[in-house]
């Protein structure tokens, strides 16, 4: 995987990250009402009595944000239990009711964990379900609420379904981190429930930091930023700010918990409302809505309708390969641990296929190859019918316009170079240049470099390039061992 | 002429329905300067519907149960393109893009929406006086407050300005104002009337209701009215009762238990008038003698509703009013920054009581006061439904007063909250339990000023209490409530 290099913090200070992630669920309709659930509409298009708060109106649940919701907590491999709404009441001009509906004390998930490629393991505290809020746009002013000239409020969003999935304080390293966000994002798309698109906003990260000396187990003073819109500019939030706390920690300073607005632009960020007095949003159950209460059927349904989540799928092609942790979370990532399994099923050699996999298929389109293509291929090469250079030649043409590689070899002209073929041809090329013979045997390694280069080159102009170079190099290699080696032969 | 009568006559082709609303407008245009029940006559949208339903019978096609009744809508009811006030200044300008649920099966049914009726300032209240648009009067004596908070539907359909009106019921505010006008209430189980449309007040104990002059009449506006709504979560999923067919079963046999604690009864409620405790328990009489079975039932956490309700309501009302915030829709008084600007229209736009409540109800949920409060008045919520269920064991339906005293007069107990919140001592259980009740009107009192008597009963209850109220009204109208 290409992780960044970890930034080191200065020594004897680990971090303490949490995660708060809002992912918006790709419903078609929205959380209480009938409107559509669109990105990128005309403004206060997609509105209705309910989800402009108006007086009189009342929610209704969209039972399928419900499923999506109980599906993404068993993937997550939470508690899925019977949940209650409940009113988090803040005033502020893009949330129509001035409550959001969330759920408090009693979420539809709780408990679940994220295996991250290298086995690291994050603890998910709950995935609950909430509405989203309108959207703020402040003109003049700096953008900022209070010194706007005007603002402009746009309700489209408002009342889309939301799941917010809060991680336990667990997070060691800017790198887990990384592979949490990334793995929830490759959860979220496998199952189906949210596009997960950070740039369009429909998944958001809050990232609640703080340091402490290593060895330590405490929690102590944290930060929360907000406004990461990448995963990138999440590592580097979180870098500044455990730079930032450590300074203030060394210099005797401590830092107040409050939050913080990333500026993405400055690479820094700064304090935004101090939580030094919590907000008090006066929680209660929301009185407009009936409990959720799963069935079993409805959870075993899920269950059984799960399909593979990434961390199985890449302990099923480490299983299968024994290939390294990074090089099966790549070809997970890319989807192609499914055919890796098929070809290695059918036969096909495990380190070959991986190999192939991982160098030669790094394309966003491989639908053409099919898992019987890519078995035999990889069979045709490991037994010798094909070299390495032809084998990846075919594969590309697999890539193009799919088919039999065995065919388009054969129309190739790439006919099989069995062992005892190229074997004969090396012999006799010994045998017509002894001078040359010599110099491989007995040179200098200058010179046996050099002749190497010499033969492989006489091979591959006699066999119109199909021959496997390594092949003809490994039998110069036993030639020149052999106890009569001054003449060819056995 | 009931309800039920006007309708059978415009069904029948006898009266039009564009005469009928032509008497009654004529009688608001008479009195209603006087008793002020009305915000807004509708009279436009009231002809309308009322040639539609003349035509209709002309046609032949059949316009609906209450064919060419005038029903008068509270004003916290939702009426599309007509101003929905809540008798509020923060609403000032606000026209519903929608009609509540009611107001759509009303239309369907055939009724004639006459207008939108006086209310303490959202539904907050037990005697109009907090309305922002000055009080209704009590058709019986202009002197005395109609009730509240749907003060002003119940002076409605008691001044006959219209046969039948809606109101909402979240303490009390349907039975008790029925009681002081001397017409019927009802507020039915919790899920049975749809509450899309009705501006929230506290939605765990809201409910619309009927008002109407007979039993009859309460029964088929709530068969119209009630039955299952997809909009609101909380509704009950199933049709409306079936009422009218089961009015005259009498109560032969049937157990009525009088509530101790509101009948005069030791270890009881303090208040409550004798003159009103006199005729419940000549009500209870009337019972035995037409065959019920009768007995005191001892309901101690009864007493205890009234603080747990102005904890719980109050709550809920902090929440559902804070959307009043001058960005969208009403009340805006300018301001420098958009929080300045809140908290200048929400000044501007609620009246004292109205902020008394929020704030009762912002520091009941507040962190630190939560479990005393709100959480501590949640569990007395709870022992009251345990301590009815019990009591439901032993018998079929409970009788108590309606209201501890007849109506009284304006600014009597405007300066003191808590001996207004007393008003709603009998009534508050039913809302905390979500159980039916309905109050009648059973003689009068020593001022001559109308009583009402009410009979409770266990969930989905309404054919039973229909039942009761029947044989009550029966006795009254022989002169057996003197």
């Not at chain 1, 994050?122 to 746009?137: L, N, Q």
């Not at chain 1, 594969?395 to 069995?418: C, K, Q, T, W, Y």
């Not at chain 1, 492989?456 to 030639?479: N, P, S, Y």
């Not at chain 2, 300045?340 to 009581?353: C, K, L, V, W, Y």
Request: charged share 20%.
């Amino acid at each position: 995987m290409s992780w960044s290099i970890e930034p080191t913090l200065p020594e004897g200070w680990e971090l303490v990250v949490g995660l708060e992630v809002h992912v918006e669920l790709s419903t078609a309709t929205k959380l209480f009402c009938g409107c559509a659930n669109r990105f990128g509409s005309e403004p206060n298009t997609n509105i209705c009595p309910v989800c402009l708060g108006l007086p009189g109106s009342l929610p209704v649940i969209n039972g399928t944000a419900v499923k999506y919701a109980m599906q993404l907590g068993r993937a997550l491999l939470c508690d899925v239990k019977p949940a209650v709404m409940a009113r988090k009441n803040y005033f502020y001009p893009d949330m129509p009711k001035d409550y959001q509906t969330t759920q408090y004390e009693q979420p539809t998930n709780s408990d679940g964990e994220v295996v991250l490629p290298d086995g690291f393991t994050v603890g998910i505290e709950r995935a609950h379900i909430e509405e989203d809020t309108g959207k703020s746009t402040h003109i003049g002013g700096g953008g900022r609420i209070n010194e706007a000239i005007y603002s402009l409020v746009d309700y489209n969003r408002a009342g889309v379904p939301l799941i917010e999935i809060v991680s336990r304080p667990c997070l060691d390293t800017i790198d887990h981190a990384k592979a949490y966000v990334s793995g929830l994002r490759d959860i979220l798309l496998a199952i189906g429930v949210s596009d997960a698109r950070m740039e369009e906003g429909s998944m958001r990260v809050d990232a609640n930091v703080s340091v402490r000396p290593v060895g330590s187990d405490e929690l102590r003073t944290r930060c929360e930023l907000k406004n990461i819109n990448s995963i990138r500019s999440m590592a580097r939030a979180i870098e500044y700010e455990a730079r930032r706390q450590i300074d203030l920690y060394t210099s005797g300073e401590r830092p107040r918990q409050e939050t913080r607005h990333w500026d993405e632009a400055a690479g820094r960020s700064t304090p935004g409302r101090s939580k030094e007095n919590l907000d008090d949003y006066r929680f209660f159950q929301e009185p407009d809505l009936v409990p959720l209460v799963p069935t079993a059927e409805e959870i075993a349904a899920i269950d059984a309708a799960m399909p593979a989540l990434p961390a199985a799928r890449r302990a099923a092609l480490v299983e299968a390969s024994s290939a390294d942790a990074d090089v099966v979370a790549t070809l997970v990532e890319r989807g192609q641990d499914a055919l890796a399994l098929a070809a290695i099923g059918r036969g096909a050699d495990a380190d070959k296929v991986v190999t192939r996999l991982r160098h030669d298929l790094a394309v966003d389109d491989f639908s053409k190859v099919s898992a019987e293509s890519f078995a035999a291929l990889i069979v045709m090469e490991t037994s010798g019918d094909l070299t390495a250079t032809q084998a990846k030649q075919v594969l590309a043409e697999l890539v193009d316009s799919g088919g039999d590689p065995r065919s388009i070899a054969a129309e190739r002209g790439f006919e099989a170079m069995h062992d005892d073929e190229l074997a004969d041809l090396v012999d006799r090329l010994i045998a017509d240049n002894p001078d040359e013979w010599q110099r491989f045997v007995g040179g200098h390694e200058g010179d046996r470099k050099k002749m190497q280069g010499f033969f492989i080159g006489q091979i591959m102009r006699a066999t119109k390039g199909q021959a496997d170079g390594r092949a003809v190099a490994d039998l110069l290699a036993q030639r020149g061992r052999s106890p009569a080696n001054g003449s060819p032969g056995t | 002429m009931s309800a039920l009568d006007t309708a059978a006559a415009v069904r029948a082709g006898e009266r039009s329905a564009v005469d009928i609303l032509d008497e009654h407008l004529a009688r608001i245009a008479r009195r209603d300067g006087e008793i002020h029940a009305f915000n807004l006559v509708t009279e436009g949208l009231a002809r309308s519907q009322a040639e539609s339903v003349d035509a209709a019978v002309a046609e032949g096609r059949d316009p609906g149960p209450l064919a060419g009744v005038p029903v008068a809508v509270k004003d916290n009811t939702c009426t599309r393109g007509i101003p929905t006030t809540c008798s509020s200044r923060i609403l000032e300008g606000w026209l519903p893009p929608y009609d509540a649920t009611v107001i759509e099966r009303l239309g369907s049914a055939g009724a004639i929406i006459i207008g939108k009726t006086n209310l303490d300032e959202f539904a907050m209240g037990s005697s109009t006086e907090n309305s922002a648009f000055g009080p209704s009067r009590n058709p019986h004596d202009v002197t005395k407050v109609p009730g509240g908070s749907s003060g002003g539907s119940a002076a409605a359909v008691a001044a006959g300005f219209a046969p039948l009106a809606i109101g909402s019921d979240t303490g009390g505010s349907v039975r008790q104002p029925a009681s002081l006008c001397g017409v019927v209430g009802v507020k039915p189980t919790y899920g049975v009337v749809s509450r899309y449309g009705l501006v929230a007040f506290a939605s765990s104990l809201d409910q619309i209701g009927p008002f109407a002059t007979s039993i009859a009449d309460a029964a088929v506006l709530l068969e119209v009215i009630g039955g299952h709504d997809p909009r609101d979560s909380t509704s009950i999923p199933e049709p409306a009762p079936s009422l009218l067919d089961v009015l005259g079963r009498g109560v032969d046999g049937m157990r009525v238990g009088v509530i101790t604690e509101l009948a005069g009864g030791p270890g009881g409620v303090e208040g409550i008038a004798p003159d009103v405790v006199a005729r419940t328990r000549q009500a209870v009489a009337a019972l035995e003698a037409a065959g019920a079975r009768v007995s005191e039932i001892s309901v101690p956490s009864a007493i205890l509703g009234l603080s747990a309700y102005y904890l719980i309501a109050p709550a809920e009302a902090s929440s559902n009013l804070s959307r009043y915030d001058g960005v969208r829709y009403g009340l805006r008084v300018d301001a420098p920054t958009t929080g300045e600007m809140n908290i200048a229209s929400r000044s501007a736009g609620f009246g004292d009581e109205v902020k008394r409540r929020i704030m009762l109800g912002t520091y009941a949920l507040s962190a630190g006061y939560y479990d005393a409060f709100y959480g501590k008045a949640l569990k007395v919520r709870t022992l009251i439904m345990r301590d009815f269920a019990a009591a439901y064991e032993q018998v079929d339906v409970l009788v108590s007063p309606t209201s501890p005293t007849t109506a009284f007069g304006f600014g009597d107990k405007t300066a003191d909250p808590m001996a207004m919140y007393v008003n709603d001592v009998c009534t508050i259980p039913s809302n905390l339990s979500g159980h039916p009740a309905i109050s009648i009107p059973f003689g009068v009192g020593d001022d001559g000023m109308p009583i009402g008597v009410q009979i409770l009963g266990p969930a989905q209850s309404e054919p039973t209490i229909f039942t009761v109220a029947t044989v009550l009204e029966d006795v009254a109208a022989k002169g057996g409530a003197q």
